[in-house]
């Protein structure tokens, strides 16, 4: 039987990521016991109004009654988590949609572009995977749950892209050797994101915000 040309495409990025998942499982990789986990950490004002403004939208387009929507705010106004206001929004977004995500689990590219960004937050270890693809974290507007982040990432003739607010350091580690990947200055006890590079013919590339005019 003849197949269209690339229709094996499909099948080996379904295969990629399937042996992606079991390299990082192989690894023993492991949520930090003592931290909390992304559902526990506390929600600020800035989140809060993130979330009222997509139940106000979801009111304005007859999504939500008026009823539902008085109910919904009166629970995000008394909510102490991200968990308790990600649950406000679930039915009205799709899931990368969301003005909070959760989720945790690891980011895979396998023959495409894969992309994480937003609100969302960044575990203490993140397992990131790109063969033959991309792989974007958007850490500019992120909730880091520790101070020092590590990533784990396997390129396999694939790239790292990472966007990062002012602040954050940003280093490789591969084999013995530690390479500074940010050039603009950072305080000494300021957050760290460690990449921790599994490279066959890969790249990490790190994407700066432009460096402020001194006045004078």
């Given amino acids: 039987m003849n197949e269209r040309p690339g229709s094996w495409l499909p099948k080996l990025a379904e295969v990629g990521e399937r042996l992606a998942e079991e390299w990082q499982s192989a690894r023993g990789q492991q949520r930090a016991s003592d ?4 559902h526990e950490l506390r929600a600020s004002d800035a989140d809060r109004e993130r ?7 979801a ?6 009654t008026l ?3 008085e109910e919904r705010l ?29 989720d945790g689990r690891p980011v895979a590219a396998i023959f495409k572009k894969e992309e994480r960004g937003g609100r969302w937050v960044v575990p203490a ?47 490789r580690v591969a084999k013995d050797k530690t390479v500074r990947l940010t050039k603009q200055p ?27 005019k001194r006045r004078r």
């Fill in 74 to 102: 009166g629970v995000l106004y008394s909510a102490r988590t991200l968990g308790d206001l990600a649950g406000l929004t679930v039915d009205l977004l799709p899931a990368d949609e969301q003005p909070l995500l959760l």
């Fill in 67 to 69: 009823d539902e929507l």
């Fill in 51 to 57: 979330v009222a403004q997509v139940l106000q939208d």
């Fill in 35 to 38: 931290l909390p986990q992304p």
């Fill in 186 to 212: 950072t305080e000494p006890d300021g957050p760290v994101v460690e990449v921790r590079t599994t490279n066959f013919m890969g790249d990490v590339k790190v994407k700066e915000p432009p460096r402020r």
């Fill in 59 to 64: 009111h304005a387009d007859g999504r939500i």
């Fill in 125 to 171: 270890e993140l397992a990131v995977t790109a063969m033959f693809g991309t792989t974007k974290l958007d850490l500019r507007d992120a909730i880091l749950q520790n101070r020092r982040v590590i990533i784990n990432a396997t390129l396999v003739l694939g790239g790292l892209e990472i966007h990062v607010p002012e602040g954050l350091e940003v280093i």
